[in-house]
């Protein structure tokens, strides 16, 4: 079939699915194929579609996240590879690192530690626009160490990985940011987070841990809805001062931050 069929086909395919976003992942994965970018397919319905779009529609529908199905997603100025070892880099979280970014303006070569590191996105794109940082990721995870570090080396940033916990931010640093575990049940979740790291979804109590245990000037958390007032209050309990809640693109309050 051609790409215009293929459009259509996977767009009604995905819809079926419950895909609520079925028209734009179908022009992500039928430009994924053709080699070109989502309105790049617009210049190209003619183009033959292979066979290789079948399983990543059948992934799709089964509601495998769209950046594992494709095995990279964009965040702020990069791309990295993504997959099932690390949670999805959500564009919500871009705002962890804007709100982290202003924080370190004017520090001279400061010392950044990111809890939770996941797929490097935070830590990564945190050197990729502070070049001058020492960037630090830890993560209990092995797995999402081997994602992180696979897409450090791809994007030639020199960021420090290693199996850390918590007790990391005990060490002394300019900044520590984290986007910790911070959903408390897996019932009515969308069906697509049910295919990402549990260890790294689930949990409670982890921002509060971080703000306690934490030896740093400035702290940057990203919460889930409705747990930036109770986290804010967290974090004025452990003695940060200028505690500010800043939203997401979708108006919901997703980062708290403060310094000591």
């Not at 081997?146 to 931010?169: H, W, Y």
């Amino acid at each position: 079939m051609n790409a215009r069929e293929a459009l259509a086909e996977a767009k009604r395919r995905l819809e079926a699915a419950g895909v609520e976003t079925a028209r734009v992942d179908a022009e992500l994965l039928v430009a994924h194929v053709l080699g070109t970018t989502r309105s790049g397919v617009y210049a190209r319905l003619e183009a033959e579609v292979d066979g290789a779009l079948e399983p990543l529609l059948e992934r799709r529908e089964q509601r495998v996240p769209l950046a594992y199905v494709l095995g990279e997603w964009e965040f702020r100025r990069l791309t990295l590879r993504t997959d099932a070892r690390a949670l999805v880099p959500r564009p919500e979280t871009e705002v962890v690192v804007e709100r982290a970014i202003a924080l370190l303006e004017g520090l001279p070569s400061p010392r950044v530690l990111d809890i939770g590191v996941g797929s490097g996105a935070i830590a990564l794109a945190l050197k990729d626009e502070c070049r001058d940082a020492h960037v630090v990721g830890v993560d209990v995870s092995e797995e999402a160490l081997a994602l992180s570090l696979e897409n450090a080396v791809r994007l030639g940033l020199d960021v420090e990985l290693r199996r850390g916990t918590v007790d990391a931010a005990a060490e002394g640093w300019d900044l520590v940011v984290s986007n910790p575990p911070y959903v408390l049940s897996l019932d009515r979740l969308q069906p697509e987070l049910l295919h990402e790291p549990e260890q790294a979804l689930l949990g409670e109590g982890f921002h509060e841990t971080i703000a306690r245990v934490a030896r740093t000037r400035f702290l940057v958390l990203e919460v889930g809805d409705g747990q930036a007032n109770e986290v804010a209050r967290a974090l004025r309990a452990a003695g940060y001062s200028d505690v500010v809640i800043t939203p997401d693109l979708a108006g919901v309050d997703r980062v708290v931050e403060g310094r000591r």
